[in-house]
């Protein structure tokens, strides 16, 4: 059994800042890449950010240059920090993590709860 807990949403104005985090625990092996992503109302969940075991980034174009994705491997958590938050940055953020529950298994997507991030203008 894995889980995932986010926490760091909230509300905050255009121009402010939060700090997503995602921290898993339970049978786990390892952790593949960590991801961000978001879903606002009638629109499709969409990639926002991840990162590789490695550290190799990927961001949308939408926040290039204001989101920055980090990972602590040690505790199995992973980050979102959010500056320059805009209105079309509202919607509910989810964590994904691709991980093994042991070296012999099959690696597999696991979702977070998500959490509300509303930036008002």
């Known amino acids: 059994q894995v889980q995932l807990v986010e926490s760091g949403g909230g509300l905050v104005q255009a121009g402010g800042s939060l700090r997503l985090s995602c921290a898993a625990s339970g049978s786990i092996f390892s952790i593949n890449t960590m991801g961000w992503y978001r879903q606002a109302p009638g629109k499709q969940r969409e990639m926002v950010a991840t990162?590789?075991?490695?550290?190799?980034?990927n961001y949308a174009d939408s926040v290039k240059g204001r989101f920055t994705i980090s990972r602590d491997n040690a505790k199995n958590t992973v980050y979102l920090q959010m500056n320059s938050l805009k209105p079309e940055d509202t919607a509910v953020y989810f964590c994904?993590?691709?991980?093994?529950?042991?070296?012999?298994?099959?690696?597999?997507?696991?979702w977070g709860q998500g959490t509300q991030v509303t930036v008002s203008s």
């Open positions: 990162i590789t075991q490695g550290g190799n980034t």
């Open positions: 994904n993590l691709n991980l093994q529950r042991g070296l012999w298994e099959n690696s597999f997507d696991s």
